[in-house]
T-cell receptor, first 114, second 115 residues
């Protein structure tokens, strides 16, 4: 069985600043994928960034980057130059190998202030 | 329409009603999913369909009945629900199961309230 833990129910960041959202996971599989999803108030869940466990290099998508620490089973999301549109619920998720199931954390609500 | 669409967006029903949720994907995917999202809980996978065949049922009560007539459409038929079934129901789709990068794309969800 796999688990995903997000220990920060809420976070706040000022516009243009940087924020890091934490995620830890547990799995006995060696082949797995990690994801960060964003769910804005409109509720459509969209994929922000993906990391393959076999890749040592941290994934980056524009202002979004991850810090993937495989030994520590940690997968944090860093948002640089935060914008008002970044305000949303952020979910960390894990999928093992070619399995269909995504295991989600409980989410972190990010507020962006002026 | 693009992506994954869901109707209705909001639904209020009594415990004795029968209603259906509809999901449609326009992405050419082969797999479709139903998730339940309750407050302060992780998303719960309910059902998975691959090429119209159900491949997972995560111990979902029989008052939820899925139907997948083709790879583009997915329904969730509801009957004699309980108030604790009130939640956001999300549909998702992805490419062929069993491939490494079958990223899931989500619909906007149906907010269900059971009175």
């Amino acid at each position: 069985a796999q688990t995903v833990t997000q220990s920060q129910p809420e976070m706040s960041v000022q516009e243009a600043e940087t924020v890091t959202l934490s995620c830890t996971y547990d799995t006995s599989e060696s082949d797995y994928y990690l994801f960060w999803y964003k769910q804005p108030p409109s509720r459509q869940m969209i994929l922000v960034i993906r990391q393959e466990a076999y890749k040592q290099q941290n994934a980056t998508e524009n202002r979004f980057s991850v810090n993937f620490q495989k030994a520590a089973k940690s997968f944090s999301l860093k948002i640089s130059d935060s914008q008002l549109g970044d305000a949303a619920m952020y979910f960390c998720a894990l999928r093992t190998g070619t399995a269909s199931k995504l295991t989600f954390g409980t989410g972190t609500r990010l507020q962006v202030t002026l | 329409e693009t992506g994954v669409t869901q109707t209705p967006r909001h639904l209020v029903m009594g415990m004795t009603n029968k209603k259906s949720l509809k999901c449609e994907q326009h992405l050419g995917h082969n797999a479709m999913y139903w998730y339940k999202q309750s407050a302060k809980k992780p998303l719960e996978l309910m059902f998975v369909y691959n090429f119209k065949e159900q491949t997972e049922n995560n111990s979902v009560p029989s008052r939820f009945s899925p139907e997948c007539p083709n790879s583009s459409h997915l329904f969730l038929h509801l009957h004699t629900l309980q108030p604790e079934d009130s939640a956001l129901y999300l549909c998702a789709s992805s490419h062929l199961l069993g491939t490494a990068r079958n990223e899931q794309f989500f619909g906007p969800g149906t907010r269900l309230t059971v009175l």
